[in-house]
């Protein structure tokens, strides 16, 4: 009997284990397909949020993420401006069949628009949102009255041997059977709620090259402003459940290899770029090559921070820079 005890609390704690995991995913897809509005395009069917009211900034996310990145961008709302996050082609609600190249996405984010009656927006890409950001500033100026470029790829991109080999890269860059990397970003994302310090530091020492005394300064400004918290926790959780994501990952980074250093002298808007001197993801030379060949471009460099520049103390003031720039140039857009 001794013997077999254990395996039967064994047994006991994975059907427990499963049944959690079964309901935190159901309840997951539910608030996805709730919170989304899906409405069809030139291009076929595009997922998308939208909060808030004033000039409207045009989000183009990261990966893995989706619609549901909005709620990292309450700043910007309360700021008076509307956000509307897509759902990037391959992620979520948006199938891959509306765009699988950079300009096919952006020839998406357009068709968006057209559906939606929204004649000029400032388009703000993110991490490897970045190209398609880009690509609708030099082919769609009448459409942008902005552009934002935060920790954003203009380069070609591959993630470093370091990421790929960590734990969170294995967890996000697997081709493991899609319900492994489910419980994965199920149990990560459980990680993450009770131990965020924690978990905020195994993230900013895999995507940045950060010293410890510096990753110690970038928590503790996380414990003295439980915002910052609340916002990495919408970080993760929008990472997940990895298999309705999993089709915009593997695309993305297709697409970010094959990006072109083509030359960008041919955009005409004002163009921000803010990027953390020590992003270790999506290196710092990324946000010098748009500057370089943006003409007139303002480059903002966090000095201390890495690839979530969001998460560093240096933030607050970069927060403000971003929202002076679009002031400036938001006195003339259409509204929402």
């Known amino acids: 009997m001794k013997k077999i005890l254990p395996w039967l609390a064994a047994a006991a704690g994975a059907a427990w284990a499963g049944t959690k995991f079964s309901r935190w995913r159901q309840t997951r897809m539910a608030e996805l397909q709730?919170?989304?509005?899906?409405?069809?395009?030139?291009?076929?069917?595009?997922?998308?949020?939208?909060?808030?009211?004033?000039?409207?900034?045009?989000?183009?996310?990261?990966?893995?993420g989706g619609y549901d990145q909005i709620t990292m961008m309450a700043d910007l709302v309360d700021a008076g401006f509307c956000v509307l996050a897509p759902s990037r082609p391959g992620y979520l609600g948006t199938p891959l069949s509306a765009g699988v190249t950079v300009a096919e996405?952006?020839?998406?984010?357009?068709?968006?628009?057209?559906?939606?009656?929204?004649?000029?927006?400032?388009?703000?890409?993110?991490?490897?949102?970045?190209?398609?950001?880009?690509e609708?500033?030099?082919?769609?100026?009448?459409?942008?009255?902005?552009?934002?470029?935060?920790?954003?790829?203009?380069?070609?991109?591959?993630?470093?041997?370091?990421?790929?080999?960590?734990?969170?890269?294995?967890?996000?860059l697997s081709d493991g059977l899609v319900w492994l990397l489910d419980i994965g970003t199920w149990l990560f994302e459980q990680f993450s709620l009770h131990f965020p310090l924690a978990s905020a530091?195994?993230?900013?020492?895999?995507?940045?090259?950060?010293?410890?005394?510096?990753?110690?300064?970038?928590?503790?400004?996380?414990?003295?402003?439980?915002?910052?918290?609340?916002?990495?926790?919408?970080?993760?959780?929008?990472?997940?459940?990895m298999s309705v994501r999993k089709a915009g990952l593997d695309n993305d980074l297709v697409q970010l290899a094959a990006v072109s250093r083509r030359s960008l002298e041919?955009?005409?808007?004002?163009?921000?770029?803010?990027h953390g001197q020590h992003d270790a993801d999506v290196t710092y030379n990324n946000a010098q090559s748009v500057a370089e060949r943006v003409d007139q471009a303002q480059l903002v460099t966090l000095p201390n921070a890495g690839h979530l520049i969001w998460l560093s103390p240096e933030w607050p003031n970069a927060h403000n820079q971003l929202i002076t720039f679009l002031n400036q140039d938001s006195i003339s857009p259409e509204t929402v």
């Open 201 to 241: 530091k195994m993230m900013l020492q895999t995507e940045s090259d950060l010293p410890p005394e510096q990753i110690k300064k970038h928590l503790d400004y996380m414990q003295q402003n439980p915002e910052r918290v609340a916002w990495y926790k919408a970080l993760i959780r929008s990472t997940g459940p």
């Open 136 to 172: 609708l500033a030099l082919r769609y100026p009448d459409r942008l009255w902005s552009l934002v470029m935060l920790s954003a790829v203009a380069l070609p991109y591959q993630p470093n041997e370091e990421t790929a080999d960590s734990a969170l890269g294995k967890l996000f």
């Open 266 to 274: 041919g955009i005409t808007a004002p163009t921000l770029v803010m």
């Open 105 to 134: 996405q952006a020839d998406a984010m357009i068709a968006l628009l057209d559906t939606l009656g929204i004649e000029q927006v400032a388009a703000v890409g993110v991490s490897a949102g970045g190209p398609i950001a880009l």
């Open 34 to 64: 709730q919170n989304g509005t899906v409405v069809e395009t030139a291009v076929g069917p595009i997922e998308y949020a939208m909060q808030g009211s004033g000039p409207v900034l045009l989000i183009s996310h990261g990966g893995p």
